[in-house]
């Protein structure tokens, strides 16, 4: 079956403007992660859905960042007035609700310029 | 809040010669231990798991790795590197939280194979 998608792959920004990054979970897949993972580092937690409902969001790095899942599938990362330090790759990542392991999609590289 | 170590930036390994990639994790309780790989340009893709049990699990493309609680280690280990193992290697530790599984990574540890 098909895994997580993320579209696009890559976008280039120039600084201010907003981008919208979008997330299509594997079917049926509960959980929904964003990570944010910048150059030379691991990922990093950003926010956490539960069906529609966002349970934690405590890795949003400011209140630039809004993440939404209206109907409990798709999921959009928005990033407002983009900053050079959003530079990064972002990771989207689905799981069941009661299963350990996380999928990941192939991320969607973010250039602030 | 858990934490995890990858204390080797960079590790080059001739094909053919065994591998380690160390591994210490921080957390108050029993761990759920993760270890991924990243191919440049790609996501993450889990090469073995360990929540309880057995403390030498098997993973997928040959890999395997020990949980050592009185050391707080989860070593990666392969025997034999192949040049396709090439890639950037992730250790996590996952805490169950409000009903779902918060994972913090490590700084990851790239691998080069040379021929």
């Known amino acids: 079956g098909a895994g997580v998608s993320q579209s696009p792959r890559y976008k280039v920004a120039k600084r201010g403007q907003d981008v919208a990054l979008r997330c299509d979970p594997i079917s049926g897949h509960v959980s929904l992660f964003w990570y944010q993972q910048a150059l030379g580092q691991g990922p990093e937690f950003l926010t956490y859905f539960q069906n529609e409902a966002q349970l934690d969001k405590s890795g949003l790095p400011s209140d630039r960042f809004f993440a939404e899942r209206p109907e409990g599938s798709v999921s959009t990362l928005k990033i407002q007035r983009t900053q050079q330090e959003d530079s990064a790759v972002y990771l989207c990542?689905?799981?069941?609700?009661?299963?350990?392991?996380?999928?990941f999609g192939p991320g969607t590289r973010l250039t602030v310029t | 809040a858990q934490s995890v170590t990858q204390p080797d930036i960079h590790i080059t390994v001739s094909e053919g010669a065994s591998l380690e990639l160390r591994c210490n994790y921080s957390y108050g309780a029993t761990p759920y231990l993760f270890w991924y790989v990243q191919s440049p340009g790609q996501g993450l893709q889990l090469l073995l798991k360990?929540?309880?049990?057995?403390?030498l699990v098997q993973g997928i493309k040959g890999f395997e790795a020990e949980f050592k609680r009185s050391q707080s280690s989860f070593n990666l280990r392969k025997p034999s590197v192949h040049w396709s193992d090439a890639a950037e290697y992730f250790c996590?530790?996952?805490?169950?939280?409000?009903?779902?599984?918060?994972?913090?990574f490590g700084i990851g540890t790239k691998l080069q194979v040379i021929p």
């Open positions: 360990y929540f309880s049990g057995d403390t």
């Open positions: 990542a689905s799981s069941g609700l009661a299963d350990y392991e996380q999928y």
């Open positions: 996590a530790v996952g805490a169950r939280s409000g009903g779902y599984q918060k994972v913090t």
